[in-house]
């Protein structure tokens, strides 16, 4: 497995916008596609975004689209996901997560297909 760290989250106000990072380590990262979920307070943790290994493919949750995008830099190890005009129902954790792929074009898009996870970062917007 890979490991996850997140950072980036924080505090801020509707409109606003966050970058998250996801450094990750212990593996090849360039084998491993990845993606993006939140949880809020009282509910399960629902997918956001997801990016393939190449980073040629991603695929986006509706209530994000045209608003948060998902890239990776190979060379550095990281996936982020730039948050842009964030709404208060943007408030929750966000988790990173990873998993081998076998094409360079596949992502996945629900938590039983990954099998590395990070601790969370916090994003709270308020209104």
């Known amino acids: 497995q890979v490991q996850l760290v997140e950072s980036g989250g924080g505090l801020v106000q509707a409109g606003d916008s966050l970058r998250l990072s996801c450094a990750a380590s212990?593996?090849?990262?360039?084998?491993?596609?990845m993606g993006w979920f939140r949880q809020a307070p009282g509910k399960e943790r629902a997918f956001v975004a997801a990016?393939?290994?190449?980073?040629?493919?991603?695929y986006y949750t509706d209530s994000v689209k045209g608003r948060f995008t998902i890239s990776r830099d190979n060379a550095k190890n990281t996936v982020y996901l730039q948050m842009n005009s964030l709404q208060p129902e943007d408030t929750a954790v966000y988790y990173c997560?990873?998993?081998?792929?076998?094409?360079?074009?596949?992502?996945?898009?629900?938590?039983?297909?990954?099998?590395?996870w990070g601790q969370g970062t916090q994003v709270t917007v308020s209104s």
């Open positions: 212990g593996r090849t990262f360039s084998n491993y596609a």
């Open positions: 997560a990873a998993r081998s792929a076998y094409g360079s074009g596949t992502y996945y898009l629900n938590n039983y297909d990954y099998d590395s």
């Open positions: 990016i393939s290994k190449s980073g040629r493919s991603t």
